[in-house]
Nanobody, 126 residues
Framework: QVQLVESGGGLVQAGDSLTLSCAPS????????LAWFRQAPGKDRQFVAG????????TYADSLKGRFTISRDNTKNTVDLQMNGLKTEDTAVYYC???????????????????WGRGTTVTVSA
């Protein structure tokens, strides 16, 4: 079992930066994949970025590449999502997810993730 706790959400203005953190606990292994998804009101859940827990391999949604950066903080034992140049359309609940094996091909698919956090809300005002 893996437990995931997100933090760092809040209300920011367009153009601001924000960093979200996901703290996994339980049976997390090097081969596991950790990812961020988001869901805006009335919309489907969207893949944001993914990373291998035990390595540096990362993948991003094409539309967010360059503004968002996913990384592992070995000091805090978290997976962080650095978001720059935030736009109002980035407003969403952001979820952390974990799967059994990180795979670049399947990382964007929400149905491959067995574990989910409760989410943290990011609101970007104009």
């Amino acid at each position: 079992q893996v437990q995931l706790v997100e933090s760092g959400g809040g209300l920011v203005q367009a153009g601001d930066s924000l960093t979200l953190s996901c703290a996994p606990s339980g049976r997390i292994l090097a081969r596991n994949g950790l990812a961020w998804f988001r869901q805006a009101p009335g919309k489907d859940r969207q893949f944001v970025a993914g990373i291998m827990w035990g390595g540096s391999s990362t993948t991003y949604a094409d539309s967010l590449k360059g503004r968002f950066t996913i990384s592992r903080d070995n000091t805090k034992n978290t997976v962080d999502l650095q978001m720059n140049g935030l736009k109002t359309e980035d407003t969403a609940v952001y979820y952390c997810a974990a799967n059994l094996v990180f795979d670049l091909r399947t990382a964007p698919r929400a149905n491959t993730y067995a574990y989910w956090g409760r989410g943290t809300t990011v609101t970007v005002s104009a």
